[in-house]
């Protein structure tokens, strides 16, 4: 890759193009990110959370603005967009007001007299290497509470959306931020893995597909500096019984199709007790069909394009792999004519351990519906992904679908509701789904140095 660019998912027009930090640029860049954390460690905790509370002022005045940039370089709608920015706000403030609590010394209990704390301090320079599909939040819950605690951070967008990168440096320019304290870089591969070597960087925090986190683990691992990663997902939906099919249907297409289905924490694998099976698959298919794309620019959009097209090649692909090989095509499993990375809501059923959508993410408007016989298997086949990130129970019983989510082999469940996201929920996964915890008091604990300062009698 010789340059970041805008390209409108739904023209496929390229509008813009960046090139490639210099080695240079690197290096001023960590040099100032070390210089800055020298005096951004000091600051009291208060004036740091003064300038994220300014920081979510910025984002909820510029919120217009932010929504049609990620709706022109990425493809959401304008309605979805708008909640995006909303919630990047949420978080700043909720650090802002929380941060300074959650950094307070913990009194230890200690034998032999004197006294003990466990004092939260920060660590140095980090680096986040951040995705496409929510180009605001996956910033946020990086940057926020490592702000805060006082660290500095080096920010390594995705290359498709370098005009959000660069609105998301100024809003911290114009907050009030020292210089140095947030620096957005325009890497390669290359200069990632040398940026992570690097002495002054003390961390890396990667949200993105499993194998760039394979890639940033080794490197982090050889160089022995902390890493944190939120990968792919795979989440199921789990439908015990239903007193109102259509509300928990209802529920399943918006898990399913928000973001054009482009979230790691979307409903994927939708597992049906037999007695729901078909009525639940034919209203289901119904509603997913019904679903038409639209310019995600124009107000009244709620279903836009996928964000380039080459991710929408590579969903056709995983959905024709599955009819090939016996799958059973409900609704959609074609590109829409025209132009753009736009993909038909799809609808599969039958599917087998043989094919792709069986074990691989379906980043997309691709749902995958499985009749399973008794609550067991229902189990047995939610836990048989090799990602672990979040998932749903649909139940009547309250007791039953609890249960069940003590039993999933994820980090996050939701009983009788998709995945949300707050502020203070914290974020995270298992098995290949990722390492460590975002949002929340969780997210102020992963790049710290938890001190412990003894006072003998």
């Known amino acids: 890759m010789t340059a970041y660019k805008t390209v409108n998912p739904a023209t496929g027009e390229t509008l813009k193009e960046f090139p490639l930090a210099t080695a240079g640029e690197v290096e001023e860049a960590l040099a100032a990110s070390e210089q800055a954390f020298r005096d951004w460690r000091t600051a009291p905790v208060e004036a740091r959370a003064k300038v994220m509370a300014r920081v979510a002022e910025l984002y909820r005045e510029r919120q217009d ?43 230890l209990e200690v034998k ?7 004092r939260s301090a920060p660590v140095g320079p980090l680096l986040g290497i951040m995705p496409w599909n929510y180009p605001y939040y996956q910033v946020a819950r990086f940057a926020a509470p490592n702000l805060v605690l006082g660290n500095t951070i080096l920010l390594k967008h995705a290359g498709s959306c370098p005009q959000s990168a660069l609105a998301i440096e100024a ?9 140095g ?16 070597a690097d002495s002054r960087v003390q961390g890396v925090s990667l949200t993105g597909s499993e194998r760039a986190g394979a890639a940033v683990a080794e490197v982090a691992g050889r160089n022995l500096k902390k890493y944190v990663l939120e990968l792919g997902g795979s989440d199921p939906f789990i439908v015990l019984d239903a007193e109102d099919l259509d509300a928990t249907v209802k529920a399943a297409v918006g898990g399913r199709m928000g973001n054009a289905g482009q979230a790691c924490t979307a409903s994927k694998r939708f597992i049906v007790l037999e007695d729901l099976y078909e009525p639940f698959v034919e209203k289901f298919t119904a509603r997913m069909a019904r679903i038409t794309p639209g310019d995600p620019l124009q107000e009244d959009t709620k279903f836009g394009p996928l964000s380039s097209q080459s991710a929408a090649d590579g969903l056709i692909e995983q959905i024709q ?34 094919m792709r959508a069986y074990s691989e993410e379906l980043f997309g408007p691709a749902a995958v ?25 649909f139940s009547a019983d309250p007791d039953k679908a609890r249960d069940v989510a003590d039993r999933l082999d994820t980090g996050m469940v939701f009983i009788n509701s998709v995945a949300q996201t ?15 915890r975002e949002l929340g008091r969780f997210g102020m ?7 412990l300062i003894r006072t003998p009698r």
């Not at 025209?338 to 039958?350: Q, R, Y």
């Not at 229902?378 to 048989?384: F, K, Q, R």
């Open 369 to 393: 519906v499985y009749k399973v016989a008794s609550v067991e298997e229902a189990i047995e086949l939610a836990n048989g992904s090799p990602y672990g990130l979040g998932g749903s129970v």
């Open 422 to 436: 707050q502020a203070d929920l914290p974020f995270g996964g298992v098995k290949r789904s990722g390492v460590g």
């Open 181 to 196: 304290a947030y620096t957005n870089l325009f890497l390669s591969n290359e200069q990632v893995a040398e940026v992570i």
């Open 112 to 118: 032999g007299g004197g006294s003990a704390v466990v």
């Open 445 to 451: 604990e992963e790049f710290v140095n938890k001190k």
């Open 65 to 107: 603005d932010l929504a049609r940039l990620i709706a022109t370089e990425m493809g959401k709608p304008l309605a979805q967009a708008r909640g995006e920015v909303q919630l990047v706000a949420d978080i700043y403030d909720y650090y802002a007001a929380e941060g300074p609590g959650f950094l307070k010394d913990e009194p």
């Open 321 to 354: 792999d599955a009819v090939d090989k016996g799958a059973t095509l409900r609704t959609g499993g074609h590109k829409v004519d025209g132009p753009g990375a736009f993909v038909e809501p799809t609808v599969l059923t039958d599917v087998t351990p043989q």
């Open 171 to 179: 809003i911290f320019k114009d907050a009030g931020l020292p210089e």
